[in-house]
C-alpha cells in the first residue's frame, strides 16, 4: 500500500542467489522494464511436451 492505494507487486528471485536474497518489487515496473519477462503464473507455453 502507498497511502490507500494498492500497488501489486511481484517476489523476485535471482537466478543463483538464495531465496533469502528474494525481493519484492512493483509488478509495474517489471512489466515496463522488462516486457519479454514472464512471470512464473503468466508463462504462455508453446506446443510440445514433457513426454
Do not use: C, H
Not at 536474497?21 to 509488478?27: G, H, L, P, R, V
Not at 522494464?33 to 513426454?51: E, I, M
Request: glycine letters at 8%; a negative charge.
Amino acid at each position: 500500500m502507498r497511502g490507500t492505494t494498492s500497488i501489486p507487486q511481484v517476489l523476485i528471485t535471482r537466478e543463483g542467489l538464495d531465496t533469502t536474497a528474494a525481493t519484492w518489487e512493483d509488478k509495474t515496473e517489471i512489466t515496463l522494464t522488462y516486457p519479454n519477462f514472464n512471470l512464473d503464473d503468466k508463462v504462455t507455453v508453446n506446443g510440445g511436451s514433457l513426454a
